[in-house]
């Protein structure tokens, strides 16, 4: 028969008093799999939530910890099971009335649906990266396009500024041999 906590608690001490918040962080990540599990054995070990202090805990007191309530309940429903099977129940341990069956599959589901949200939490992280991503190179094609753009206009501008010049003083010496010419006839004009 398998040890309350999984096969894999078997190698911690057994009075759950004594574990350090190392024992305590792979007693946790033992009672499910996800990222979730692992967070909560890792804050064990940031909080140093050890043994002693575990025992006493309430659902509350895991749940201002970090701890989704249901996930609370397991790591202390385990706790108790694997208490009561390896040492005497002690007086100042709060009474926790276990889980039915009814509760211990809607734990699982709940446990699977929190699961799910993580996971579609990650993909839209994901997504947002992806998108931010792309909006960059797209702003750094826009600006090599533009820029490409800006060098046309300058070279036209420039091309039409010189084609305007030359008009300008074609015009310019035209208008002024026509002036001279006046200038000219009138002073013949005034001889005769």
């Given amino acids: 028969m398998e040890a309350p906590g999984g096969p894999k ?11 350090t918040a190392e024992h305590v962080a792979r007693f946790v990540k033992t009672l499910g799999k996800g990222e979730v599990w692992q967070k909560y054995a890792d804050l064990c070990v ?18 201002e910890l970090g701890f989704h309530k249901i996930h609370a309940n397991k790591v202390l429903h385990k706790l108790r099971q694997r208490s009561t099977q390896n ?47 792309q909006k960059t190179q797209e702003l750094s094609r826009l600006d090599k396009e533009f820029g490409k753009i800006q060098e046309k206009v300058s070279r036209e501008r420039g091309r039409c500024a010189a084609m305007v010049l030359t008009q300008h003083q074609r015009l310019q010496k035209v208008l002024e041999q026509a002036l001279q010419k006046i200038e000219e006839n009138k002073s013949e004009a005034r001889k005769a």
């Fill in 46 to 63: 940031e909080m140093d939530l050890d043994g002693s202090t575990l025992t006493v805990a309430t659902e509350s007191h895991l749940t």
């Fill in 9 to 19: 608690t078997m190698n911690l001490p057994d009075d759950s008093k004594e574990w």
């Fill in 87 to 133: 040492v005497q129940r002690e007086a100042d341990l709060p009474f926790y009335l276990p889980l039915t069956q009814k509760e211990e599959e809607r734990m699982k589901l709940f446990g699977n649906l929190y699961e799910l949200m993580n996971l579609g939490t990650s993909k839209v992280q994901q997504a947002l990266e992806k998108i931010s991503s």
